[in-house]
Structures are given as C-alpha cells and as structure tokens.
C-alpha cells in the first residue's frame, strides 16, 4: 500500500521534472511524447526536433539520474542505520564523503581532467569505507560497531584534513572543488550508464536482506542464536550501501540529509520493518531528489542552485522536527 | 513440533573475556523436562554461562543438546534446538508484535527466503497462546514492562526449540508480573517437555519454580543438584555473603526469608 503511493508520488515527480526546465517545452508536448514511448501507442507530440533533443538528451538524463542518485543515498542511509542500529546513521559515517572528497580534489587540483572525477570520487569513496573498516575490525575485538563508527570518525577528519591541504596548494581551483563538494546532478546519458551496473547489484543485495535486516535490529545475540551471522549480514550491507553510496558521489558530489530524511519518513509512515523501510527509502529517495532538483534548477534560474544546498535547506529543519517528535520512542 | 525431553549437558566450560577467567570449569545437566535454575552472586558469571551455551562466547569445554554436541551443529539447526532470551533484549520500538515474534521463524526460513504460511500460522498460535494476540499489531515501543517479557516470551517459543535458556526473565517486572511470567514458562514446560535453564538471581523465586538448581561463585561451581541442596543457610551465607532463614513450605519446597544481622531497636 504505502510502497504503490510512493511509486505513484515518483511517478508524479518524474513528470514534474521532465515539464520544467530553462528552456519552455510546452508541457503536454512532453506528455504526448511520453505516450509514444509507450509499446503500441504512437502519438504526435508536436514538439520541434530541437525540443526533442533538450527533453530526451538534457531533462531525461538529468531526471533519471536525480531518482537513480536520491534512490541510493536514501537505500544507503536506510541500510547504515540497520547496521549500526542508529537512526542518526548516514551514508557517510564511515568516512566515503570524505574519501570521494579527498580524491575528487586531487583530480580536479593535479590532474583538471573532470571526466575523470566521478571515477576517481568513487574510487575514493570505497577507499574511504574501506580503510575505516580496516580500522575498526583490528582496533576493537569482534567487530563492534562503535569501534566502527570512531574509526569512520578518524579516518573522516584525517582524510578531509589531507583534502584541505590539497586544495590550499592551488586556491584558484576553489571556487571548481567547492562546486563539486555542493553536489550536481550533471545529466548525460553517460553517467546514468557508467553508475547503473552498480546501483544495480547494490540495490539487488539490498533489498534481498531485508529481513536479515530485522534479524539484527533485535541485537547480535539474538541473531546469532537464531542461527544469522551478525558479523556476516553487517558486513554484506556495509560492502552493498557503500557501492550505493560511491555510485551516487561519483556523480552527484556530496548530496546531505537524504539518506538520512528519507528513511525516516519511510519508517514513519509504515513502521520499522527494513522489509517495507528499504524499498520505500528507495522510492521516496528517488522522488525526493527530482523534487530537489527541479527546485535547484527553477528557483534561480537560468542559474542553478547546488543541489546540496536545497536537500539541506529542507532537510535540515525536517531534521530537528524530527529529533523533538521522536525523542521518546526511538530505539 | 520438535522432539520433547531433550537433554542438556554442559561439561568443564571454561570462558575468558579479555584473558581474564570468568567461567573455570563449570558443568551442568539437565534432563530432559526439567527446570534448571543457575543462581549465585552478582559476577559470578551467570550469563556469562547461557551466552557460552549458546554459543555467543569463546568456550572451551562442552556443550550437549540431546547428547550431540552443540560446536558440530550448523547455527540453524543449533537454533532449532536451543532458544535463548537475554536478559535486556533489544526491542526496536517501530516493530510490531507480530514482526517481531516471527523473527523466531529465522532458523526456519533460508538465508535470502521469506517465511511461509506456516511460519506465520506458529506465530500467531503462540501469540494466541500468551494472550499476545490483540496486541499483535501494536508496536514493542508501546508495550508495558509485563508484556515485552511476553513477547520475548513468545518469539523464543516460536523458534519451537525443545530446550530455552532464559537470562533473569523477572528482571524489571514487579511482585505480580514476576509470578505470571514464571507461571507461564512452567505451564509452558509442562504441557510441550521443554527444558528449562534460568538464570535468576531471586532466591525465592528460583526456589519456588525450578527443579534442581547450580550455584555457582567466581565462575566455579560451589553446589548442584535439587533445590533442597542448594538452597541451605550455610552454602548462602559463605556465597552471598547474606543470612537468611531456609524453612520449607507446606509442599516441601525451600522459603529464603533475609534475616537482618543486627535486629532492629
């Protein structure tokens, strides 16, 4: 039920999205276009071959990796905060904003090859993740996930130090860096491409362990005695929401608030089994960030808004509502 | 329904946590039906010996259900054999009673699966039986302190174990809630031949309920075997450090009464 409303919500996004833009494509030229996408129906939009080219080769893209970027932040987050039993989780705990960050920056300061970024902020995302958890298997005994969460924390501050430091070498590049880390969605085909055999698996793996999910909310004695590997189903989810994440930084930048906002609202509105919270984290994430695009692409324009800065204008405050609503009964 | 009267048999368990010695050889046995009652001081590594047993800690040493032992059992099939409830579980407050109970479905239920009907049928028959059923949709955050003992009753149950090892299942309830809890469990023992392992630190209550009893201090064993053994004034005056009066009830089972060391002016 509450996932058909959430299709039907995206659905109502994507649409919203494809009508505004800059350019004045007239709204039900996009409609009737749509419709002959459609198997078997073939309709004449009226829309000039120029505007064809703006709908399917800048809105489409754009729009589609808005909902692929918001979906995976929000599945991400939904999963950090089924790991770390914490609802305050984000996709970025464990240190892949600052790792994307730091690589991103080194790319655009040495290398200033920007088709080389996305590769290289994912790169630096697993890397990220991966160095933190490094740290907190060895530093603590068994794998407990405050010791993962601190090592997230140190491994956070030193590799944004390590950016910091890189960007001071070349200030002129700020203004670029800055721009990056505010978080874009770009928009061509080729990134939709380059990201979309990962959030594939990613997704995949996520919402295949959803109630695996609910087994470890119970804690990892329960797990254990009920014959699940906690260590093992922390670690898949992990590994999973940390390529969700990577694929959307690689793309996006650093986009805030949504893999936290967004499962929130999931597990407001139909309870706290990751079984329903997942998929609608996904949907709802997808829908969010079309929204939050479409405003960071209207509000100013031709001008455009960092797409950062939107989801926290909304988020940050949805936050606080949030944290006075809840603060008796969270878990 | 699983085999009932299933024995368990714990021989020489040894446990360290940080390389210190919390449990030194300690054994127990229970056949099958019976209720055990592990008691001794704060410390004294009660809990410590359910989560060996059930396999949560490094052990040496060894564990038999049924007479097989518990390390060459996969973890699915160990938890169709043995249920276990800590002693502060963790109760996500947005899941539903019914989530959560058939969460005991997992051992039941492949890896990546779903649970079937009847996963879903046992659940709402034990749910049904603990007088759980009309809050089956109400979320744990909502529940009072009697009711989540009952539920963590339940999943435990649905796991359909032959044997259940309970950590101090009274703590945090009053008088009335600890009588009820402990009344189930023991209606629940005897009509399926369930064995029981507690851990409990009320004296009277372990007294009251359990068949024999294992006291142990400092991770040693100090006293095994009926109640009526265990449960004397010299053995809780050198483990507690406590004086107490042991008198028997009309059905010959053990009363603890405190005894104040100075009486009062």
Redesign the interface.
């Known amino acids: 039920m509450a996932l058909a409303v959430a299709l039907a919500v995206l659905l109502v996004c994507v649409l919203a999205g494809l009508m505004t833009g800059a350019a004045g494509i007239p709204a039900k030229g996009v409609v009737l276009e749509l419709a002959d996408l459609l198997p078997f129906v073939s309709v004449d939009s009226g829309l000039s071959p120029v505007e064809q080219g703006l709908l399917y080769q800048l809105r489409m893209p754009r729009v589609v990796l808005a909902a692929i970027v918001g979906g995976l932040l929000a599945l991400a987050g939904a999963g950090y905060q089924g790991v770390f039993?914490n609802p305050l989780a984000d996709p970025y705990l464990l240190g892949a904003a600052a790792g994307a960050g730091f690589t991103a920056t080194l790319v655009i300061v040495l290398v200033q090859a920007d088709g080389l970024v996305p590769l290289a902020a994912f790169a630096g995302a697993v890397g990220g993740v991966m160095l933190a958890y490094g740290l907190g298997n060895t530093a603590g005994r068994g794998g407990g996930t405050a010791t993962l969460v601190l090592a997230g924390v140190a491994v956070a501050s030193f590799l944004s130090a390590l950016q910091a430091f890189v960007q001071q070498i070349r200030v002129e590049q700020l203004q670029r860096i800055y721009a990056w880390i505010l978080g874009g969605i770009g928009g061509d085909w080729s990134q939709v491409w380059l990201i979309a055999p990962y959030a594939l698996v990613s997704i995949g793996v996520m919402l295949?362990?959803g109630?695996?999910l609910?087994?470890l909310?119970?804690?990892d004695?329960?797990a254990?005695?009920?014959?699940?590997?906690a260590a093992r189903v922390r670690l898949v989810i992990l590994c999973a929401a940390s390529l969700a994440t990577a694929s959307a930084v690689a793309v996006s930048g650093l986009i805030g608030f949504v893999g936290i906002v967004v499962p929130h609202i999931a597990?407001r509105l139909a309870?706290?089994?990751y079984r329903v919270v997942l998929p609608l984290s996904l949907i709802g994430g997808a829908a969010f960030l079309v929204l939050a695009d479409m405003v960071a692409r209207t509000v100013l324009a031709p001008a455009e808004l960092p797409i950062g800065v939107v989801t926290a204008f909304i988020g940050a405050p949805f936050f606080v509502g949030v944290l006075r609503a809840t603060r008796a009964?969270?878990? | 329904m699983s085999a009932a009267g299933t024995t368990v048999e714990v021989r020489d368990l040894c446990v360290a946590l940080d390389r210190r010695p919390v449990l030194a050889g300690v054994g127990l046995s229970a056949s099958g039906g019976e209720w055990l009652a592990v008691v001794g001081p704060n410390g004294a590594g009660k809990s410590t010996l359910l989560?060996a047993m059930?396999?949560?800690l490094e052990s040496e040493g060894e564990v038999l259900v049924g007479g097989v032992p518990a390390r060459t059992l996969?973890?699915?099939?160990?938890?169709?054999l043995?249920?276990?409830a800590?002693q502060t579980?963790?109760?996500?407050?947005?899941?539903?009673v019914f989530?959560?109970t058939l969460?005991?479905r997992?051992?039941y239920?492949s890896?990546?699966g779903?649970?079937s009907r009847h996963d879903r049928e046992v659940t709402g028959a034990v749910l049904e039986r603990l007088d759980l059923a009309e809050l089956a949709g109400r979320?744990l955050?909502r529940l009072s302190g009697g009711e989540r003992q009952r539920v963590v009753l339940a999943r435990a149950l649905v796991?359909q174990a032959p044997v259940l090892l309970l950590d101090e299942p009274t703590t945090a309830l009053d008088l009335g809630h600890q009588q009820q809890v402990l009344e189930l469990v023991d209606r629940l023992r005897l009509a399926d031949g369930l064995t029981v392992v507690t851990t409990i630190h009320d004296l009277g209550l372990a007294g009251q309920y359990a068949d024999s009893m294992l006291l142990i201090a400092d991770g040693r064993t100090v006293a095994s075997g009926p109640v009526r053994e265990v449960l004397t004034e010299p053995l809780l005056a050198r483990h507690f450090g406590a004086r107490v009066r042991v008198t028997e009830d009309p059905t010959g089972r053990p009363l603890v009464n405190l005894i104040r060391p100075t009486p009062p002016v």
Do not use: C, F, N
Request: hydrophobic share 30%; proline share 10%; glycine share 12%.
């Open positions: 039993r295949a362990h109630r695996l609910d087994v909310s119970v804690g004695d329960e254990t005695s009920l014959g699940v590997s597990r309870g706290g089994s009964v969270e878990p | 989560r059930m396999g949560l996969k973890p699915r099939r160990r938890a169709r043995m249920a276990y800590p579980p963790l109760m996500p407050a947005s899941l539903t989530e959560y969460l005991g997992t051992p239920i890896h990546l779903r649970e979320t955050g796991q």
